[in-house]
Structure formats: C-alpha cells, structure tokens
C-alpha cells in the first residue's frame, strides 16, 4: 500500500513537474506615443493645395456683380480642438499698384466641424479676404472628418486693369 501511495506521489509530482515545464511565458510592454497631429486638406483632390479655379470676366455684369466659385470644402482630421483662420495674397502678375487689385470676398456654405462661424463670415454674407489672419471657425471639434465649405466671390469692379491676376487664399488649421 506504501508503495502504491508513494508511486502515485511521485508520478503526480513528476506530472506536475512536467506540466510546468510544458508552459513558458514572455511578457513585453509596448509604449505608445501619441502626437499632436493636425490636417487640413481640399475633399476635392485629397491635397493641401486646392485645385486652381478660373474666373472669367468678359462681361460689365461680371466686373459690377462678381463672379461666384462653386463650394470648396476643406476637411481637417486632428486629435485636438482646432480653429481656423484665413487670409488672401495676391500675386500682382501686371505689376500695378495694389490699390487696383480685384476682390476676393469669402463666405461659408457648410460648417460640419462642430465649432463656430466667425460672424463676419456667415451662411448669408461675403466678407472681404484681407492679408492678414480672419478668423473663419472656432471651437472645432477634434475628429477624422470634421469638414467645412467655401464659396468665393470676386468682384474686381470697373477700376482694375484687365490682366491675369491671382489670389491665394491661405487656410490654417490650429490646435488648441
């Protein structure tokens, strides 16, 4: 009986001793970094830089009530809150004066950013594209897909030389 017990003992033992020697285990740790990212592009073409439009004025009509572009919509994917702003520059290809440069109005069609319209630039009114920063939207929300669109109205009335004249216009999207 002694040794029916002790052979069972052993051959218990000796199982789990096998038993554990059967299993290893590896561990690693995995740190994952993750950056400030921000992106704003044109839905358009998928690029930074926004297919180039063409107006042409070849009518009184034109040159006193402008011309209007069709929507531009812009998507920003960030992992933060952002705002955006907006400015024009002109490229002066006739080298005249600045004061003789045709207008650039903007106004926003759609806003599906979760933010707000700066005022000047509502669903109803153009505003004027100047220089200098404007801001367009505030308090966006972060998101892959947070889009917005834009309508432009150039308006060069009768006082513009007629030439080729270009203006581009700058949208930064920044976090907050």
Do not use: C, W
Request: glycine content about 4%; proline content about 5%; overall charge positive.
């Amino acid at each position: 009986m002694k040794r029916i017990f002790l052979t069972t003992l052993i051959s218990l033992s000796l199982q789990k001793f096998l038993h554990a020697q059967a299993h290893a285990v590896a561990s690693q740790t995995l740190q994952i970094v993750l950056s400030d990212i921000i992106d704003i592009r044109f839905v358009e073409n998928k690029l930074n830089i926004g297919p180039e439009l063409h107006l042409v004025f070849d009518a009184a009509e034109d040159y006193l009530n402008g011309i209007e572009t069709p929507r531009q919509m812009l998507r920003v994917s960030t992992n933060r809150n952002f705002t955006v702003t907006v400015h024009a520059l002109a490229q002066n290809k006739n080298h005249i004066s600045s004061d003789f440069l045709p207008r650039i109005y903007l106004k926003i069609q759609e806003n599906n950013t979760g933010g707000t319209i700066a005022n000047m630039f509502n669903h109803n009114n153009y505003a004027l594209l100047s220089p200098g920063n404007q801001p367009l939207l505030q308090a966006a929300q972060k998101g892959d897909n947070q889009t917005f669109s834009v309508q432009y109205l150039a308006k060069p009335g009768m006082l513009v030389p007629p030439g080729i004249y270009a203006v581009d216009v700058i949208f930064t999207a920044s976090r907050y």
